[in-house]
């Protein structure tokens, strides 16, 4: 039999297994929403910066610019975002649909954090998630 702690001190190991878990009540969280998690994150982004470039997106989101292009073209289908050509560079904006989405999906968000900080506690959350981004800063390549 396994141990499940034969691993613990991989950053690989712990933080794909964090995933996995976050990812589940991300999941369950947004599903109000109707969108997966990364769509309702973009959908809120496009929202605020209305006119925002892929490239910017894709910067805001930690994503490469190819996925953003298509997470935006998907979004396009479902009626929650609008792209418009301006030179070599292709504008996001919202529309009617993602605005009005905009509430639900904010509190979607605001749900999934009190779960995981009922869980962890509020200062664990806020230190843990802190921590893991700065990791994630200093690890991008």
Do not use: H
Not at 34 to 63: D, H, R, W
Not at 73 to 88: F, I, P, T, Y
Not at 96 to 113: C, D, F, Q, R, T
């Amino acid at each position: 039999m396994e141990n499940r702690k034969d691993y613990c001190r991989c950053l690989y190991y712990s933080a794909n297994a964090l995933s996995r878990a976050i990812t589940k009540m991300a999941e369950e969280a947004f599903a109000e929403t109707g969108l997966p998690p990364s769509y309702a994150f973009l959908v809120m982004s496009i929202n605020k910066y209305p006119g925002v470039t892929a490239g910017e997106l894709a910067e805001l989101q930690m994503l490469t610019p190819s996925t953003i292009t298509r997470l935006v073209e998907k979004l396009e289908k479902k009626g929650l975002a609008r792209r418009v050509s301006e030179g070599r560079s292709t504008l996001v904006f919202p529309t009617p649909a993602s605005v009005a989405l905009n509430e639900k999906v904010k509190s979607a968000w605001s749900n999934l954090y009190k779960r995981y900080a009922a869980i962890l506690g509020v200062e664990e959350a806020g230190i843990l998630t802190s921590k893991i981004f700065d990791a994630a800063l200093a690890l991008e390549v």
